[in-house]
């Protein structure tokens, strides 16, 4: 029998997560995760998983504005570094949107989103919000599908909207395990 999936509890402070020590740098950062990414590993690109009109998550659709789980653009990605799936990052906007809010978003192909939103000036990001994903959240579940790695534990995530030119964009980021050895690797040289 198929689990429903779930709706996450976020958070706006990390402690409330109880992520260990060693990942609160990676979730709390405020700055660009694709420049994080770069500086902890030899290579470093963005696998485009999908690109399309979608249903938001039950987690998602308050967020931007929705009054209810409903089709958006969605973008999901996985970043790897030396080629191993590191984090599963999962974008949505209203449909509403228009290219002069995020004129890049449509011809992204497996360019960075961080890259191009902080190299924006107009570009205004949100709070960090925190959440610990189990097993059956559709994030965990897509990331499983993807990589193969399955886990019956729950694994840390953050989000936070993206404003320009009245524009809203959600992006989720899911730190799936192997980045514990980007860690040990900056740690080891």
């Known amino acids: 029998m198929p689990v429903k999936p779930v709706a996450a509890q976020w958070h706006t402070h990390v402690n409330h997560v109880q992520a260990p020590a060693w990942l609160r740098h990676w979730l709390a950062d405020s ?12 290579t470093f690109r963005v696998q485009r998983i999908s690109q399309q009109r ?20 969605t973008r999901e990605v996985l970043l790897r570094c030396d080629e191993v799936a590191t984090v599963y990052a999962h974008t949505i906007l209203p449909l509403s949107s228009t290219a002069s809010q995020w004129p890049l978003f449509r011809t992204l192909g497996n360019k960075s989103l ?68 980007l860690t040990e690797s900056r740690i080891a040289r």
């Open 31 to 42: 700055g660009s995760l694709t420049a994080k990414l770069m500086a902890h590993s030899k």
């Open 54 to 73: 979608n249903t938001c998550w039950a987690d998602e659709f308050d967020a931007i504005g929705l009054a209810k789980a409903s089709k958006a653009h």
């Open 114 to 181: 961080g890259s191009t939103l902080f190299g924006d000036p107009q570009v205004v990001r949100g709070a960090l919000q925190f959440a610990r994903l189990a097993p059956n959240h559709p994030a965990m579940r897509r990331a499983q599908a993807l990589t193969g790695c399955i886990t019956n534990h729950a694994l840390f995530a953050r989000r936070s909207l993206f404003y320009r030119r009245g524009g809203i964009m959600l992006v989720t980021e899911l730190f799936l395990p192997s980045v514990v050895h």
